[in-house]
């Protein structure tokens, strides 16, 4: 959890701000801290520290909205995951860059650890099985 230097307050509906206080214990083990400062007002004074920079406000309204329609929300969960996604593509290797041995055998010993580590998070394959028939065709062999 990352504390917010300056508080958000957030207005909402009277039952919106009540839900908000009284689930304050489990949205704070998910890294949300919030506090009830008025009848329809809550102060948002921490977010998971992941979720840095993300819109503070949308956050709580929607997760506020699904623990009131369906009592529970995976919110935070699901933006924490498109935060490390995004995190990962950034820092992905690049076509043309140049790797060492060693670089190159660390990431296919990361790949053989890695669920679904195949494809990228934008469903791109990460590596192509070639078989000998195709590498002869690549190279123009036997021509």
Do not use: Y
């Not at 102060?43 to 819109?55: E, T």
């Amino acid at each position: 959890m990352q504390e917010l230097l300056l508080p958000v307050s957030v207005r909402l509906s009277p039952r919106e701000a009540e839900v908000g206080e009284t689930r304050a214990g489990d949205l704070a083990v998910l890294g949300l801290m919030i506090d009830r400062i008025d009848i329809d007002t809550l102060a948002v004074r921490g977010i998971p520290a992941l979720l840095q920079g993300a819109d503070v406000e949308r956050l709580v309204r929607d997760v506020l909205a699904d623990l009131l329609v369906i009592g529970e929300s995976r919110r935070l969960g699901e933006e924490a995951e498109r935060t490390l996604a995004k995190m990962a593509c950034h820092a992905s290797v690049r076509a043309n860059r140049r790797m060492t041995v060693e670089e190159m055998n660390g990431l296919l010993r990361d790949m053989e650890r890695t669920e679904r580590s195949g494809q990228c998070n934008h469903g791109r394959p990460t590596w192509v099985e070639l078989g000998l028939d195709e590498l002869d065709r690549l190279f123009l062999r036997g021509r």
